[in-house]
């Protein structure tokens, strides 16, 4: 964390005294993620109408808020500000709940009022519409402490509203925080007289006159002579380059190849498949003539008849093969 942990702390110590939100000085540092639980807790005190846990939590909230370490996003900066409208509009301070929602939707032009925390036709709804309704108030310029840069809902800027509350911060130009607060509606102007940016690493000091010095002076860049290569080694030098005797690259198939090779193999199955088909009906024939003296009784038969089915079906699936394979040959020809 390098030497942000003293800056912030002295920020959370400037924002307490500064800001009524803050309790007591930051007894350690928060981040984001912490502050965002908060929140949701007093969310969940406020739909359950308890205000007495909503005031605990809204409490540690704020003060989880001054001790941020973290740079708060725009996100983050439009929750906090609908906190301070529930904690406004719990109290029946109705303009100050205006006021926050006002603050919200200069963070954020499309929110929305969750209906998780009050469903549609809710008095808060009412307020919201009627904090778009305001017109713009005037605008005036802060000016940071040099070295740091003023974030305003979570963005880089320098310029707040009045009677607009926002959520504020210093950050130095490695986004380390150095101040964190809330400018409510009538509060004067932060004073960051004793908010500064980190100091920067201090150069090192000059070497003292009683240093041991060298007693020769040598100069900054040493010129290196080049040795002339083509006089001390002429004959790697000037002699022809020989060609490298490396081994045949592979040679692909091309399409032509293919093709023909498709195309023997298409022409050999048709071959094969007419002859099992010439044997097949040879075979059907004797199997059909009554008079074949090769049929003495009912087994040759059976047995002639398997031999015509075996030669049928490898005619078969040679002609399949055959017509495969031509296409195959087409297709390598055509493309």
Known sequence: MG??????????????????????????????AELAVQLGRAEQAFVEMDPGSFR??????????TCLAEVVTPSTAVAYHQLEALDAFLFRDTVGATRAFQAVLQANPRYVLPPGIAPEGHPLWQLVEDARALPASAARTLEPP??????IDGRPGTQ????????????????EVAWTGYLRVGDPDPDWRDVAAAPAEPEPPPPPDDAPRLLV??????????????QEQPDAILQEPQPLDLPPEP?????SRLHAGLGAGAGVLAVATGGLYALAWSQKSRYQDMDNPDISD?????????RNRLVSMGAVGTGILAVGLGLGAVVTWRF
């Open 217 to 230: 002076d040598l100069p900054l860049e040493t010129p290196v002579e080049e040795p002339d290569l083509a």
């Open 56 to 65: 605990t939590q809204r409490e540690a909230a704020r003060q989880t808020y």
């Open 146 to 151: 040099t070295g740091l840069t003023l974030r």
């Open 298 to 306: 009912r087994q040759d038969l059976e047995a002639l008849r398997d």
């Open 160 to 175: 707040v509203r009045d009677g607009i509350p926002a959520v504020m911060q210093l950050t130095t130009p490695t986004d």
């Open 3 to 32: 030497c942000r942990g003293p800056w912030i702390l002295l920020g959370g110590l400037v924002a307490a005294l500064w800001s009524p939100a803050a309790a007591a000085a930051c007894a350690s540092l928060t981040g984001v």
């Open 251 to 255: 040679v692909a198939p091309t399409a």
